[in-house]
């Protein structure tokens, strides 16, 4: 078992950055991040394999959005730049017991409480 807490979110104007982490209790292995916007279902946004050598993002953040992890220190992180205002939302960490990257959110087995993002304009 596995819990992963994130942090980093608050509120900032449009173009700012944010820097999400996710810390877990144990070893992850294939790990996202998905986002949850008021009214609207919870989306993909990136993830990462187990070495967090292989990414992949949605398009809607391609350019803008970087995900990391520390495997030493079982951390991962979502550097968030030119921030938007539909990048509003709870941003969710999540890993899996598989190595692989997956942006089907039900694979992940783990997943974190949230962290509000809110970005104005």
């Known amino acids: 078992q596995v819990q992963l807490v994130e942090s980093g979110g608050g509120l900032v104007q449009a173009g700012d950055s944010l820097r999400l982490s996710c810390a877990a209790s144990g070893r992850t292995w294939g790990m996202a991040w998905f986002r949850q916007a008021p009214g609207k279902e919870r989306e993909f946004v990136v993830t990462l394999n187990g070495k967090g050598d292989i990414t992949y993002y949605t398009d809607s953040v391609k350019g803008r959005f970087t995900a990391s992890k520390d495997v030493a220190k079982n951390l991962a992180y979502l550097q968030m730049d030119s921030l938007r205002d539909e990048d509003t939302a709870v941003y969710y960490c999540?890993?899996?017991?598989?190595?692989?990257?997956?942006?089907?959110?039900?694979?992940?087995?783990?997943w974190g409480q949230g962290t509000q993002v809110t970005v104005s304009s």
């Open positions: 999540a890993s899996r017991e598989s190595p692989y990257a997956s942006v089907i959110a039900s694979d992940y087995e783990y």
